[in-house]
């Protein structure tokens, strides 16, 4: 009895499915190594650079705290929201509650093809038409409607799937009981998407934090705080600190550098994991009919 | 006919977004226009961009205002644009899906949903912090480790031999783009894996299938569209990436790579790297010509994306699945 020198049909196969199986791990491995190195990296030399100063102080050259690119940040998101979040949630409850139509179709397909727009090509529109057109140079108000171009289309794709998952027996329990059009809409579906909204706007913090690009040609940058103009003032962000510090050669520019990291990929970290948290929380409860 | 004055704020403000694609046409073309009459065709086939003389009276050619010698070619930054793309593309690609697969039907579902944050988490991660990464971490890395090992394998193909330099360059920023792409592409795919009828799996599993055989006979030419169109949306996504490029692509001015670890510029970076010295342009003709590389990038972002979308269908990257 002696064996076949070529493996069996069966073990073949069963070698290629291991070889496989063990080709997709390694991809994943492969992609999540330098997660964790960019994650290592940026807290290691972040938090070795961090101080009390960068809270308490305002940049200065190319050493001094960060204060002015904190509070620019904040500031540049909140206009940022001020814009995006009215536009985007009517909109979603448009493409929600009406959206079925032709115009509907239409402005779903553009609002991904907006979401797909290079983020330096916004920036640069926004310098040609505000910053120059309209003169404002740069400034909070060129920065923040930018950012909100930007977000727009991921507030109203959240808030649409918010909306679209209040059950449709609820609206129509609204009009049997006489309810109009917007009553129905703002207090029987609004409280139930709520949650699926705040997902939407959480995630456009996410983005608006993180971007340095649409900014650039917009809201240029300044050492110091912002005194509350919203045209013909720059303005500074954390993001900005990471890029152009990085290219000085000194070791205090490096380290504000770092540490600037550190405190977006902080904001933008806890901002994942309470998206992660709400989205699994929420879903369950929204897609339920009892309730 | 009734009037309703709630639907027609809604229909106003929803008809901000198609609107502001419009604006961004509108607006970059009409600005660039005087470059776009004076650049002609060499914008796109010309390899020199010189800003000129800046400090020497403008002169009068083909009735514009330029400065001496100013000539404004991008082909360079074309040529930088395609080839990381490509390059991150091709390194995308194949990951992408062995993610997809493992994430989709590799894994039990309490581990899954820990693992799949990691996908997340790397589309999460600001383009300026893969950058300061590329910085810090990759570009010794390629000069001291990936470049030399890479040259010693294919060093035979000329692309790959030649000076690999201080590592910044087309190696690094499609490494990095590649690192950006693979959570676009891998959601997508591994959403449609998971959308895949237990009836095309059941079938194949009756056939006497391994699972991997099910995955790699049966899912995935199933969802073969959708892997289409979730790399040209990662190809979107590839050619307009700024920030992380600029970082550690070595800015490359007027010159063609000659190999892969050459220092090259893509058009969205070069746009950002040229701020200061285009604004010091007294006739504004260089910024004129920046507006028509984001006029050019506009549009190919606009059709990549039609065409992703046509093929995703209705899976789209702005869900919040």
């Known amino acids: ?291 | 006919m009734k009037l309703r004055p709630f639907r027609t704020v809604l229909v106003l403000i929803t008809s901000l977004i198609p609107l502001a694609l419009l604006a961004i046409l509108v607006f970059l073309a009409r600005y660039s226009w005087p470059a776009l009459t004076f650049n002609g065709w060499h914008f796109v086939t010309g390899h020199l961009w010189d800003l000129g003389n800046l400090y020497a009276d403008p002169v009068k050619r083909h009735g514009v205002l330029v400065p001496i010698g100013a000539n404004y070619g991008i082909l360079v930054f074309i040529v930088g644009t395609l080839l990381t793309s490509a390059i991150a593309l091709l390194i995308a690609i194949p990951v992408s899906i062995g993610v997809a697969v493992f994430l989709a039907e590799g894994l039990r579902s309490n581990v899954r949903v820990v693992l799949s944050f990691v996908v997340e988490l790397l589309a999460a991660v600001p383009s300026v912090v893969y950058g300061l990464w590329g910085y810090a971490v990759l570009t010794p890395l390629v000069s001291r480790t990936i470049g030399p090992a890479l040259r010693t394998v294919l060093g035979f193909i000329p692309f790959f031999s030649g000076s690999i330099g201080s590592g910044y360059g087309l190696l690094a920023a499609s490494i990095v783009l590649a690192l950006m792409v693979v959570p676009i592409i891998a959601a997508t795919v591994r959403d449609a894996l998971a959308r895949v009828p237990s009836e095309t799996k059941e079938a194949a599993y009756a056939m006497g299938a391994t699972h991997f055989e099910v995955v790699r006979r049966a899912m995935l030419p199933a969802v073969r569209t959708n892997i289409i169109g979730a790399c040209i949306l990662g190809l979107g996504r590839a050619l307009g990436e700024t920030m992380a490029v600029l970082m550690v692509s070595g800015g490359a001015l007027n010159y063609f790579p000659d190999n892969i670890y050459s220092p090259i510029t893509t058009m969205a970076s070069f746009i950002v790297s040229q701020l200061d010295s285009a604004m010091q342009d007294p006739t504004g003709m260089a910024v004129r010509s920046l507006a028509e590389i984001a006029l050019i990038l506009f549009i190919i972002s606009v059709i990549t994306n039609i065409i992703a979308r046509l093929l995703t269908g209705t899976a789209r990257n702005v869900s919040p699945t």
């Open chain 1, 1 to 291: 009895m002696s064996r076949p020198l070529s493996l069996s049909r069966t073990t073949q196969r069963r070698w290629w499915s291991g070889l496989g199986w063990s080709l997709a791990a390694a991809s994943f491995v492969l992609v999540a190594t330098p997660l964790l190195d960019i994650l290592f990296t940026v807290f290691r030399k972040g938090f070795s650079a961090l101080s009390f100063t960068l809270f308490t102080k305002v940049t200065n050259g190319i050493s001094g705290g960060l204060l002015n690119a904190i509070t620019g940040t904040l500031v540049l998101v909140s206009g940022a929201l001020v814009f995006a979040v009215p536009v985007g949630v009517l909109a979603g409850i448009y493409l929600s509650e009406f959206g079925r139509g032709r115009f509907g179709q239409v402005v779903r397909f553009l609002d991904d093809v907006l979401a797909g727009v290079p983020s330096i090509v916004l920036g640069y529109f926004s310098y040609v038409t505000l910053v120059i057109g309209m003169g404002w140079q740069f400034s909070v108000l060129a920065g923040s409607i930018t950012l909100a171009l930007m977000v727009v289309p991921y507030i109203a794709r959240f808030t649409e799937t918010a909306f679209l998952q209040v059950p449709n027996g609820l609206r129509e329990a609204g009009y049997a009981l006489g309810f109009r059009e917007l009553t129905v809409i703002t207090r029987i579906a609004l409280p139930l998407a709520l949650p699926g909204i705040l997902t939407g706007i959480l995630f456009a913090i996410a983005i608006s934090l993180g971007e340095t690009a649409p900014l650039i040609y917009t809201a240029g940058w300044s050492n110091f705080l912002w005194n509350g103009r919203l045209v013909h003032e720059p303005i500074g962000y954390l993001t900005y600190v990471i890029w152009s510090f990085i290219n000085q050669p000194y070791r205090s520019a490096h380290a504000l550098a770092f540490a600037a990291a550190l405190l977006v990929i902080l904001m933008v970290l806890l901002i994942n994991i309470g998206l992660t948290i709400l989205v699994r929380r929420t879903r369950p409860l929204a897609g339920s009919q009892k309730r």
